[in-house]
């Protein structure tokens, strides 16, 4: 079974400029979620979907950070502008359904803000 | 106080040994709770979830502490490929959210 897939691996940019990062779950898994990862820290949950509809996002930054996940299956999380301190991994996971359900985690992307 | 509290360690300890990780959480309230392992630049992978009877996976045993609020995971005769971060999640109730410590990092020596 194909696991959770992420891109790009790797991005480098100057503060300011915008960013995008790209998310395909687990075939049939209904929820989606978005996590940052900064050096030496635990994943934080940025945003939740279940199916197309967001679960909750208290913790995105909205000025700057927003996601979607049309036709419920790609996500797409895009920073603009991006700041020093957005320089994390952003993960993506998916479980079946919902909080009940083991999350798998896709490889990540780094970030790099210069 | 964080909701998630893990010593970060490093626990350097060798081959064949026995070592044993704490996790606090605040929320009492918490439902569920898992250790998840992850390797330096890889992603998180679910090790064992956590029950309140305590459970065993070969080497690990996980057990949970309700009126102390926190929960273990005991790794016996450690292996070199057991080198990794452990990090404990608690699921939240209410939202059921997965909340993250830190990870403790654990070096297993030759």
């Known amino acids: 079974e194909a696991g959770v897939a992420q891109s790009p691996r790797y991005k480098i940019i100057e503060k300011r400029q915008s960013v995008a990062f790209w998310c395909n779950p687990i075939?049939?898994?209904?929820?989606l979620y978005w996590y940052q990862q900064i050096l030496g820290q635990g994943p934080k949950l940025l945003i939740q979907?279940?199916?197309?509809?967001?679960?909750?996002d208290s913790q995105l930054p909205k000025d700057r950070f927003s996601a979607e996940r049309l036709k419920g299956v790609d996500s797409t999380l895009k920073i603009q502008p991006a700041k020093l301190e957005d320089s994390a991994v952003y993960l993506c996971?998916?479980?079946?359904?919902?909080?009940?359900?083991?999350?798998?985690f896709g490889p990540g992307t780094r970030l790099t803000v210069l | 106080r964080k909701e998630v509290e893990q010593d970060p360690g490093p626990f350097n300890v060798p081959e064949g040994a026995t070592v044993a990780f704490n996790c606090t959480y605040s929320?009492?309230?918490?439902?569920?709770f898992f250790w998840y392992r992850q390797d330096c630049r890889k992603e998180p992978k679910l090790l064992m979830s956590?029950?309140?009877s305590g459970n065993e996976d070969g080497r690990f045993t996980a057990q949970l502490n309700r009126a102390s609020q926190y929960i273990s995971l005991l790794i016996r005769d450690s292996k070199l490929s057991d080198s990794a971060t452990y990090l404990c999640?608690?699921?939240?109730?209410?939202?059921?959210?997965?909340?993250f410590g830190t990870g403790t990092r654990l070096k297993v020596l030759a």
């Open positions: 996971a998916s479980s079946l359904q919902g909080h009940t359900d083991t999350q798998y």
């Open positions: 075939s049939g898994h209904a929820t």
């Open positions: 979907f279940q199916n197309n509809g967001v679960v909750d």
């Open positions: 929320n009492s309230a918490s439902q569920s």
């Open positions: 956590v029950y309140s």
């Open positions: 999640v608690v699921s939240s109730s209410g939202t059921y959210k997965y909340i």
